[in-house]
């Protein structure tokens, strides 16, 4: 397997992690709100920081891939 094959899969990787979670994150808010609307600030508030956190390690993971990209 070439480098640019394996730093592909892994740039594809780093993408469909954090797609997972904003999924995963999205659907159990939804599911929690519906059980219980009056707590949506709470819930808003974690989902919020959830997805924060999921793409501040999504663009971490890219740059890193980025800089393997140009490493020769």
């Not at 469909?16 to 709100?33: D, Q």
Request: aromatic share 10%; net charge positive; hydrophobic share 65%.
């Amino acid at each position: 397997m070439s480098r640019n094959v394996a730093l592909v899969i892994i740039f594809g990787l780093s993408l469909l992690g954090p797609c997972a979670v904003f999924a995963a994150s999205s659907y159990a808010s939804i599911n929690a709100l519906g059980r219980n609307p009056s707590s949506a600030p709470k819930i808003f508030t974690a989902m919020v920081i959830a997805l924060l956190f999921a793409q501040a390690l999504a663009v971490i993971a890219l740059l890193i891939v980025f800089q393997l990209f140009t490493a020769s």
